[in-house]
């Protein structure tokens, strides 16, 4: 099986946590849209869902699929949220913000009674850190913030190069909340709840790619076969 049909099995087998009249969370990234096309078939057949996406770019494709949305203004929690992620380690600590989307994701996971994780079974680690961890900042004061982030890198005893995300048009890119996004390369991190209060506690930090004891469930797709891990 190809990547592509890994994230398309790993999608499908999360419909089965959809129940009719559910408000969801959709989330953001290649995984997450086969989700989208797939809960659009299921709309198309009969199923009664609402969903809040958590980009500007899944909004989009529910609108495509037919997937009646709605916002965390009007509605106020979330029965289940069905997202991917870039890392996954045992304790269902997660790596996300590949695509830029992690704000949105983490208040509608944190609004939601279930994370329910889709992906191929490459994002399985025994360690978090080998993708580059994403951090939303404000772009006032990057400078400081940069300083802050090292210092608190150093604290948590990881270490590495941080870079500013850049776009496709060679600037900054800019989150759906018109924020920049800055990529720390740590390679390990041994304690992912720890660096995650350090993070937390800098002002110039929006939110941090580091999702802990969120997920309660993950779905990963391999060549033998899916694994549900919850
Ligand atoms: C977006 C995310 C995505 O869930 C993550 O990057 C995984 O994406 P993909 O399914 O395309 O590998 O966190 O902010």
């Not at 969370?25 to 809960?39: D, I, N, P, Q, R």
């Not at 989009?60 to 009007?74: Q, S």
Request: glycine share 12%; net charge negative; hydrophobic share 45%.
């Amino acid at each position: 099986m190809s990547k592509e049909e890994l994230k398309r099995a790993a999608a499908a087998q999360a419909l089965a946590y959809v129940e009719n009249g559910m408000q969801l969370g959709l989330g953001t990234g290649s995984t997450a849209k086969h989700f989208v096309e797939l809960l659009g078939e299921r709309v198309r057949d009969g199923l009664r869902v609402i969903g809040v996406p958590t980009s500007e770019v899944t909004r989009a494709d529910a609108e495509r699929c037919g997937v009646p949305l709605t916002t965390l203004d009007e509605i106020d929690h979330l029965d289940l949220t069905v997202d991917g992620a870039d890392e996954i380690d045992p304790s269902l600590n997660l790596i996300k913000g590949g695509g830029g989307a992690l704000l949105r994701e983490k208040i509608v996971a944190a609004a939601s009674a279930r994370m329910v994780v889709i992906s191929d079974d490459s994002k399985w680690v025994d360690t978090l850190g080998r993708f580059p961890l994403p951090v939303e900042v404000i772009p006032f004061g990057l400078g400081a913030t940069r300083h802050a982030l090292a210092a608190a890198f150093a604290q948590a005893g990881v270490g590495g190069e941080i870079s500013l995300r850049q776009g496709k048009d060679g600037h900054a890119f800019v989150t759906d909340g018109g924020h920049w996004i800055v990529d720390a390369h740590l390679g390990r991190i041994p304690d992912p709840p720890r660096l995650a209060s350090l993070l937390s506690a800098i002002p110039g930090v929006v939110e941090h790619g580091l999702f802990i004891g969120l997920a309660k469930t993950v779905i990963l797709a391999g060549s033998q076969g899916l694994r549900i891990v919850d």
